[in-house]
């Protein structure tokens, strides 16, 4: 069993930064692809970001590109995301995934293990 803590949301205002960080507790997740995904009022659960197990492939969606950084530290069993140029379309809550596979995949029923998430809140 995997337990996942997200922590870093909060309010910040247009063009500022955030980073989001997901505490694992329960399994070393080197082996996992870790991935982050966010889901607005209303709005179904979509995938942000993902990193595969040892962090030498990473994937995001095109609406982040070049403003947010998936990474990874394995010997604190955290994943990070941080956040750069924030819009307030990115105003969602955020949560952290994982799943015991190699390759990163962006639907979230591939991922088994889930955190409770974390708010992020872009003012304009």
């Known amino acids: 069993q995997v337990q996942l803590v997200e922590s870093g949301g909060g309010l910040v205002q247009a063009g500022g930064s955030l980073r989001l960080s997901c505490a694992a507790s329960?399994?070393?997740?080197?082996?996992?692809?870790m991935g982050w995904f966010r889901q607005a009022p209303g709005k179904e659960r979509k995938f942000v970001a993902g990193?595969?197990?040892?962090?030498?492939?990473?994937n995001y969606a095109e609406s982040v590109k070049g403003r947010f950084t998936i990474s990874r530290d394995n010997a604190k069993n955290t994943v990070y995301l941080q956040l750069n140029s924030l819009k307030p379309e990115d105003t969602a809550i955020y949560y952290c995934?994982?799943?015991?596979?190699?390759?990163?995949?962006?639907?979230?029923?591939?991922?088994?293990?889930w955190g409770r998430g974390t708010q992020v809140t872009v003012s304009s």
């Open positions: 995934a994982a799943d015991p596979r190699w390759e990163v995949v962006t639907g979230p029923a591939n991922y088994r293990y």
């Open positions: 329960g399994r070393t997740l080197s082996s996992y692809v």
């Open positions: 990193i595969n197990g040892s962090g030498s492939s990473t």
